[in-house]
């Protein structure tokens, strides 16, 4: 009967130990997807930041620029296209 309560008593552990175990992996891979989360959100706003600075560079070497030409189809002004072309 005490090695049969013994044993019992082991496998419990064992499983108290294997829950605890699950447990923190759970909380870690937690924290592992916020931190994704805020790195996938500080990297889009990085992009935004480059994306935003490349076209204010761009307006700026372009005097002939013309509000709406960043929209997708909009068709370029005279002054967008190299005259050395034609």
């Not at 108290?16 to 990297?43: F, G, I, K, P, T």
């Amino acid at each position: 009967m005490e090695e049969s309560r013994s044993a019992l008593l082991a496998s419990l552990r064992d499983r108290n130990d294997a829950y605890s175990a699950c447990a923190s992996s759970l909380a870690d891979n937690e924290a592992l997807r916020r931190e994704v989360l805020r790195l996938r959100s500080e990297l889009n706003r990085s992009q935004a930041q480059q994306v935003s600075a490349a076209l204010l560079s761009y307006s700026a070497g372009t005097p002939n620029l013309q509000e709406g030409e960043f929209s997708e189809g909009a068709p370029p002004s005279e002054g967008c296209l190299n005259k050395d072309l034609d």
